[in-house]
């Protein structure tokens, strides 16, 4: 059985991955890599712009054995494969909108990914498509050491799903008008 971590472009869920994969004896899976190889994407990565039934069928050839699965578009994929856990990754969006300036996202691309990232659409598609093995984990003002315990809990049955809200903190803010164009 296959572990998933998903969850926007930027919550970290490269960065964790790789520490997790320390304590795990399961090979990593990335979704993006494989996306990549198989000349899926047309420009860059950290997009939705995918042919989701060709990305598919190659996972399902290429994940074959059990493994550390990793990429924003899990919830959309894995339908072939067998997952025991899957872990969504939140980030306050105003922490998202410093990463994808360092990653020169255009103002189209970050509105796109923070505004995922407040409704929650991963986590709603992936909690659709896995049902309750799913768990998020707010890793906002979290160290990666943090992190790494947190989803390393939740893999050995001791972890909590984590109910976030930034909907709301977005609108305590006044900030509506600046993630959603309305
Ligand atoms: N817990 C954390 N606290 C602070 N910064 C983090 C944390 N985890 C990751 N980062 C940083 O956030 C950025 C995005 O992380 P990355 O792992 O590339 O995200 P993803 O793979 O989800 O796109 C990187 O600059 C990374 O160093
Ligand atoms: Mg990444």
């Known amino acids: ?76 994929v894995l339908s072939s494969v067998k997952v025991k856990i899957v872990i969504v990754l939140r980030r306050n969006p105003y922490d998202l909108i410093t990463v994808y300036k360092k990653r020169e996202y255009t103002e189209e691309k970050t509105r796109e990914n923070t ?26 003002g979290k160290s990666i050491s943090e992190v790494t315990e947190k989803v390393l809990n939740i893999i050995n049955g001791r972890g909590v799903n984590e109910e976030v809200d930034w909907l709301d903190l977005v609108t305590k803010q006044n900030d509506l008008k600046k993630f959603f164009a309305y």
């Open 1 to 76: 059985m296959s572990i998933v971590i998903t969850g926007n472009p930027g919550v970290g869920k490269h960065t964790v991955v790789k520490e997790i994969s320390k304590y795990l004896k399961l090979p990593i899976s990335d979704i993006n890599s494989i996306a990549r190889d198989a000349g899926l994407f047309e420009k860059n990565e950290d997009t939705n712009d995918v042919d989701i039934s060709k990305l598919e069928k190659i996972i399902k050839e290429k994940i074959s054995n059990p493994s550390l699965i990793v990429g924003h578009l899990a919830p959309y």
């Open 115 to 140: 505004g995922s990232e407040i409704l929650g659409i991963i986590a709603h598609d992936a909690i659709n498509q896995f049902g309750t093995n799913v768990f998020q984990v707010d890793v906002t």
